[in-house]
């Protein structure tokens, strides 16, 4: 089993939809919680950050954890074509970038 | 530009070349990564520097060599490579070597080995 398991999708959504994308995750040690997003042709960026369990809300982006089921969720409200990307999530247990990792990522397609 | 650069942003290179990645951040961090990102697989970490000192190496082949001369230019010598080393090659910058939250990353240098 891998520690980190995510949907590649692709995943297609009219504009305007909510979009959730999830990962789950096998080592109760994590406590940090990340999401990127990554357009075609460059590099990821940091979208969310979470420390432990919760929610967080920035703009359209909700991200959530739930240790307690070891999955974590991204929402987007009110998506648009330029949300179209590769959506990944990571988590770490420590402060160590060893001990980071990353999901293998979920392909979001919003169409107009 | 986010503040990362890496060049070349493509390379395509025989199994017999040698050849260097570069990468240079403006942002002032102390840390810098190599990432490798294969199609459907998981982010994998290659190498940390924290203030020009190696503190990581993932298991890397040593046909894969980095160099940090200052903490704002760090390299990727390669020489010898196999096929399967085709990839996206990502080069990370942090305020200082932590887990992740801080991260910002190149636009990468997509490699072809033939």
């Known amino acids: 089993q891998k520690e980190v398991e995510q949907d590649p999708g692709p995943l297609s959504v009219p504009e305007g939809a909510i979009v959730s994308l999830n990962c789950t995750y096998s080592?109760?040690?994590?406590?940090?919680f990340m999401w990127y997003r990554q357009y075609s042709r460059k590099g990821p960026e940091l979208l969310m950050y979470t420390y432990s369990s919760g929610n967080k809300e920035d703009g359209r982006f909700t991200a959530q954890v739930d240790k307690s089921s070891k999955y974590i969720s991204l929402f987007i409200r009110d998506s648009q074509p330029s949300d179209s990307a590769t959506y990944l999530c990571a988590m770490s247990a420590g402060s160590s970038a060893s001990k980071i990792i990353f999901g293998s990522g979920t392909r979001l397609s919003i169409r107009p | 530009e986010t503040g990362v650069t890496q060049t070349p942003r493509h390379l395509v290179m025989g199994m017999t070349n040698k050849k260097s990645l570069k990468c240079e951040q403006h942002?002032?961090?102390?840390?810098m990564y190599w990432y490798k990102q294969s199609a459907k697989k998981p982010l994998e970490l290659m190498f940390v520097?924290?203030?020009?000192?190696?503190?990581e190496n993932n298991s890397v082949p040593s046909r894969f060599s980095p160099e940090c001369p200052n903490s704002s230019h760090l390299f990727l010598h390669l020489h010898t490579l196999q096929p399967e080393d085709s990839a996206l090659y990502l080069c990370?910058?942090?305020?200082?070597?932590?887990?992740?939250?801080?991260?910002?990353f190149g636009s990468g240098t997509r490699l072809t080995v033939v």
């Open positions: 990370a910058s942090s305020p200082k070597q932590e887990g992740g939250y801080g991260y910002t």
């Open positions: 080592n109760s040690a994590f406590q940090y």
């Open positions: 942002l002032g961090h102390n840390a």
């Open positions: 520097y924290s203030l020009e000192e190696r503190v």
